[in-house]
């Protein structure tokens, strides 16, 4: 119970400087992409700064495994953020790291029960477009046959292709293009049933509520009938006259 309490402590004391180690590595990964002409200098301190936040999430991972009473039962049921820990590590690719720290972020948000749910689906909307947009941006810029070649070409494509629509008048060519391609397309269609689930839940509960009001309702009637009947009853028993022998 000890360490469940320094598990939950320390969660709640990450929390807040995690999500602002994630807005920095938005940050770091957005500025080389969008500045196509930034220095040696200004890129090798962004990824020295996404590499510092990967590292940050690494080792809260490690220091939450270590808080927990069943460890092994943590890493099982946190599998997805092992996954995002050792990922970057296998390639050092850019988009690995931006991966990985999306999910691990996206992870400890989930954890923190004053997040609604909405906010939540609002936020990874923004941070799937927004990342999906310099991703392919960054992947499809410098390809020959590309016809991504803009911020706003991107975010449209990111759009469209997050909600499933594909006009088709802007779509990646390379490898790594398609690779974020599919990874938006799954991300639209989870979000997309995410939000119908839950305005469907809202409507639902909506319902319970006024159906349990409306049984209390009832049930308060029927007790206040059956008083009037039994206060009836006794008023006809006072007014009949009494019995001579």
Same mark, same amino acid.
């Given at each position: ?40 200098? %200004? ?11 990967? #590292? ?33 590590? *296998? ?10 720290? %999306? ?33 392919? %941006? ?7 046959? #590309? ?20 006009? #088709? ?18 991300? #639209?269609?989870?979000? *997309? ?53």
């Amino acid at each position: 119970m000890k360490q469940q309490t320094a598990q939950g402590r320390w969660e709640q004391l990450t929390q807040r400087p995690l999500l602002a180690l994630a807005v920095a590595f938005a940050v770091a990964y957005a500025v080389p992409i969008v500045d196509n002409s930034a220095g040696h200098r %200004l890129t090798a301190a962004c990824t020295v700064v996404e590499w510092v936040v990967w #590292g940050t999430f690494a080792t809260d991972y490690v220091v939450r495994v270590g808080l927990a009473r069943r460890r092994r039962e943590f890493v099982r049921t946190h599998w997805m953020d092992l996954c995002a820990v050792v990922l970057p590590m *296998l390639q050092p690719l850019r988009l690995l790291r931006m991966v990985s720290t %999306l999910i691990l972020v996206g992870r400890r948000a989930r954890m923190a029960s004053q997040i609604q749910l909405t906010t939540y689906v609002a936020g990874a909307v923004v941070g799937l477009l927004m990342f999906g947009s310099l991703a392919v %941006l960054s992947a499809e810029r410098d390809s020959p046959d #590309g016809n991504i070649r803009t911020l706003g070409d991107a975010l449209w494509w990111s759009f469209t292709t997050m909600t499933t629509v594909g006009y #088709g008048d802007h779509a990646p060519t390379t490898g790594l293009g398609r690779m974020v391609a599919v990874g938006l397309m799954l991300s #639209g269609i989870a979000l *997309l049933g995410v939000i119908t689930a839950n305005i469907a839940a809202w409507f639902i509960s909506r319902f319970e509520k006024d159906d349990v009001e409306e049984r209390r309702q009832t049930e308060a009637i029927e007790a206040l009938t059956a008083e009037v009947r039994a206060l009836r009853a006794e008023v006809a028993e006072l007014r009949e006259p009494p019995v001579r022998t």
